[in-house]
């Protein structure tokens, strides 16, 4: 069983910075495995910020390109999104997610792609 656990939400003002991090299993390093991190506002439905593939290649949305950056620590076995100059719409509970290897992916912005979800941090950015 894959588990994930996210942390590093708050309360921040516009222009502000948080660092999320999520901490996963190590069978999450293994090849043909990848982790996203998710987002979902109230009365919106959860949307795909940025995922991370096997190669260490990223790929984010165009909402929070130049702004966020996902990374890893393969030594913690920890997934992190660094989110600057911060927007009241970024206000969410964020999930990372995993896709399993030999699992179907349809694409990396699909929740359906990703069999295991964490329990969601909250981030809220006031103006």
């Known amino acids: 069983q894959v588990q994930l656990v996210e942390s590093g939400g708050g309360s921040v003002q516009a222009g502000g910075s948080l660092r999320l991090s999520c901490a996963t299993s190590?069978?999450?390093?293994?090849?043909?495995?990848?982790l996203g991190w998710f987002r979902e506002a109230p009365g919106k439905e959860r949307e795909a910020v940025a995922v991370?593939?096997?190669?260490?290649?990223?790929t984010y949305a165009d909402s929070v390109k130049g702004r966020f950056t996902i990374s890893q620590d393969n030594s913690k076995n920890t997934l992190y999104l660094q989110m600057n100059s911060l927007k009241p719409e970024d206000t969410a509970m964020y999930y990372c997610a995993a896709h399993s290897a030999g699992s179907i992916s349809y694409g990396w912005d699909k929740t359906s792609t990703y069999r295991y979800w964490g329990q969601g941090t909250q981030v809220a950015v006031s103006s």
């Open positions: 190590s069978i999450a390093r293994s090849r043909g495995w990848f």
């Open positions: 991370i593939f096997d190669d260490s290649r990223t």
